[in-house]
């Protein structure tokens, strides 16, 4: 029940985020200050959580994180469609399911559960760098 509630909490703060980025690229239809990586990032860190949420049969939270992959892959595709470079957050998106997989093979659900509670930093960091 508290993992559940945790992880219900931390996905309500992910999603958080997500909101004036998105109303930002609606309003404005300009990309300028909102990173493709962080969006990229965001994508694969919370299809991470999804995978592991289920690993571990937390059923409750597993509605929000999905919603959560939703919002960062909306974002994304606004940020192409606006003309935002694309190229480099793929690639550095998939350097980050490389890594989570490695994680992941090396250190069990355990490790990647370890990881994923610090991977936060990663995700946020382009956005930080960008602003």
């Given at each position: 029940?508290?993992?559940?509630?945790?992880?219900?909490?931390a996905t309500v703060l992910a999603a958080s985020a997500l909101v004036p980025q998105v109303i930002k690229l609606v309003r404005t239809q300009n990309p300028d200050g909102v990173s493709a990586t962080w969006a990229a990032f965001g994508i694969v860190t919370n299809a991470t959580w999804t995978l592991y949420l289920t690993s571990q049969a937390l059923w409750l939270a597993l509605p929000s994180v999905i919603m959560v992959v939703a919002g960062y892959a909306v974002t994304f595709v606004l940020l192409y469609r606006l003309g935002a470079r694309t190229g480099t957050p793929v690639s550095l998106?998939?350097?980050?399911?490389?890594?989570?997989?490695?994680?992941?093979?090396?250190?069990?659900?355990?490790?990647l559960g370890t990881v994923l509670g610090f991977s936060y930093a990663v995700q946020?960091?382009?956005?930080?760098?960008?602003?």
């Open positions: 029940m508290v993992a559940n509630v945790a992880i219900i909490a998106g998939i350097a980050w399911i490389c890594t989570l997989a490695a994680v992941a093979a090396s250190g069990g659900w355990t490790g946020v960091a382009p956005g930080v760098w960008t602003a």
